[in-house]
Nanobody, 121 residues
Framework: VQLQASGGGLVQAGGSLMLSCAAS????????IGWFRQAPGKEREWVSC????????YYVDSVMGRFTISRDNAKKLVYLQMNSLKHEDTAVYYC???????????????WGQGTLVTVSS
């Protein structure tokens, strides 16, 4: 499966953005999709994941209650709605596919290119 993330941009603190991850190739339904982010000088960090079968969702504590992950299998899209953005959310955001949700980078087999989110304080 090929993935392409989009929707990044510049937003003021407290604002919102919605990222999209478009899949092509194999059907999206067999994959769990995760979002990661990488800030300058930092390691890539897991942010969220939505499972393939029952749409269970998972979040890192720092975004809980502010970010929402969802998927539209018919459109082969996964979304990350980001509200109440903070300066520390500034990073390049990546979507990635795996068989089962997890928090580790090596667990994910397919990666999209990143999309930059910049939150001004």
């Amino acid at each position: 499966v090929q993935l392409q993330a989009s929707g990044g941009g510049l937003v003021q603190a407290g604002g919102s953005l919605m990222l999209s991850c478009a899949a092509s190739g194999r059907t999206l339904t067999r994959y769990a999709i995760g979002w990661f982010r990488q800030a300058p000088g930092k390691e890539r960090e897991w942010v969220s994941c939505i499972s393939s079968s029952d749409d269970n969702t998972y979040y890192v504590d720092s975004v809980m209650g502010r970010f929402t992950i969802s998927r539209d299998n018919a459109k082969k899209l996964v979304y990350l709605q980001m509200n109440s953005l903070k300066h520390e959310d500034t990073a390049v955001y990546y979507c990635a596919a795996t068989w089962k949700c997890g928090t580790g980078v090596p667990q994910y087999d397919y990666w999209g290119q990143g999309t930059l989110v910049t939150v001004s304080s």
